[in-house]
């Protein structure tokens, strides 16, 4: 092996080292002992490695894997969601466990920062692991950064929940199981387009990293708030964004507490709208996506998930379907002029379900992006319905 070689599966695997070094050391972390810190790295590492053994052999053992060109849509994702995604979630909670079980992890800060650091140590060790079996390809090289942020996400979104289960002093039976399967069920799709798909579907990852940015920053600001906003527990909707007004974005809690129910009944009404208008908006965004690229002359026939340079044209589409649902969220919220979220939310949400069976009865392949970006969808529609919220 040459040192070009040993530079490409080596170097990757270097920068979750590096991103875990600098977490420790612009942290809380930074004030406690770094044994507990390297420890849990060094744990997630060599969970990582025994995962990438046990699935290497039961990939020999059953002819199956993650890759649907080699073994078809059906057993990939069988092998997929049954062994892969869960056996890297428990490595990982495994990696971790001893962090928690310490008296130095206190509430949700720790629980973020050690499940990303066991995260890091995981990545490193399957990247390392999977570019030295793969020595060339510049796809794999791709792969592995894309499936980086990933492991750190989805492992913080249950750290999150064993955080606040140690701060209230409650057994993380409590809420850790549901953050466990949510994430590694997220996780899991987001493995099935990196590394099971072709070439073209990593296009799709773009809006799936930029959302999980989105939701990392909004978290890391929540998790770092100490002023705590005046109009908390007012009666009135939380302050929020508005179109014209301050640019700060809403905090977690104040989400949340739009989202619940509040002394007014739920209107039925407006949730059957708001699922019509939703629809109706994918529609017309989807039809202006094509007439502008008719308009520039892209070619829709030529997308190939197997050759990147084709997927332009299915990037258009994206694009034009998921600015659908900011719209509609704003327009639900602004002509119904209720005081919570709950409403174009719920009406959302049934729109993404009625698509979602409706690919699943013509072309069920597709169903599995519309299972992934399911969330992001939801998530454009709630942040324009808070931007169309009645003002206080």
Aim: aromatic share 8%; glycine share 10%; charged share 10%.
């Amino acid at each position: 092996m040459t040192v070009l070689e040993t530079v490409r599966w080596v170097a990757p695997a270097v920068v979750p080292a590096l991103l875990a070094g600098t977490l420790v050391a612009r942290s809380e972390l930074r004030h406690e002992p770094r044994t507990l810190a390297i420890g849990t790295y060094v744990l997630g590492g060599a969970a990582g490695a025994v995962c990438m053994l046990l699935t290497n052999l039961a990939s020999r053992w059953s002819g199956l894997d993650v890759r649907s060109s080699l073994v078809g849509e059906g057993p990939a994702l069988l092998f997929l969601f049954c062994l892969v995604a869960p056996l890297g979630e428990v490595s990982k909670v495994a990696a971790m466990w001893p962090a928690f079980l310490s008296h130095q992890f206190q509430g949700r800060k720790d629980g973020v920062a050690y499940s990303a650091l066991a995260a890091l140590g995981f990545a490193s060790a399957q990247a390392a692991l999977t570019l030295h079996a793969h020595p060339v390809g510049s796809i794999w090289l791709a792969r592995e950064l894309l499936a980086l942020p990933a492991h750190v996400f989805f492992a913080v979104f249950w750290g999150y929940a064993l955080g606040r289960a140690k701060r209230a002093r409650r057994r993380p039976t409590s809420i850790f199981p549901v953050a466990w399967i949510v994430a590694t069920a997220s996780h899991g799709l987001y493995t099935h387009i990196v590394y099971g798909r072709g070439p073209g579907a990593l296009v799709g990852v773009v809006p799936l990293l930029l959302a999980m940015a989105g939701v990392a920053w909004v978290a890391g600001r929540d998790l770092t708030r100490v002023v705590v906003p005046q109009n908390a527990g007012a009666g009135g909707p939380p302050s929020r964004v508005s179109v014209l007004g301050r640019a700060e974005p809403p905090s977690l809690e104040a989400v949340r507490d739009a989202l619940r129910r509040r002394d007014q009944p739920i209107k039925l009404r407006w949730i059957l709208v708001g699922a019509l208008v939703t629809v109706g908006a994918m529609v017309a965004g989807l039809t202006a996506a094509i007439a502008f690229g008719h308009w520039i002359h892209v070619d829709f026939s030529v997308v190939d998930e197997h050759d990147a340079a084709t997927t332009a044209p299915l990037a258009l589409l994206g694009v034009g379907l998921l600015t659908a649902f900011p719209i509609s969220g704003f327009l639900v919220a602004r002509a119904s002029n209720v005081p919570t979220l709950l409403e174009p939310a719920i009406g959302a949400a049934l729109a993404i379900a009625a698509v979602c069976i409706m690919l699943g009865l013509m072309a069920p392949i597709a169903l599995v992006f519309a299972f992934a970006f399911s969330p992001i969808a939801f998530g454009l529609s709630c942040a324009g319905a808070w931007a169309g919220l009645p003002t206080t």
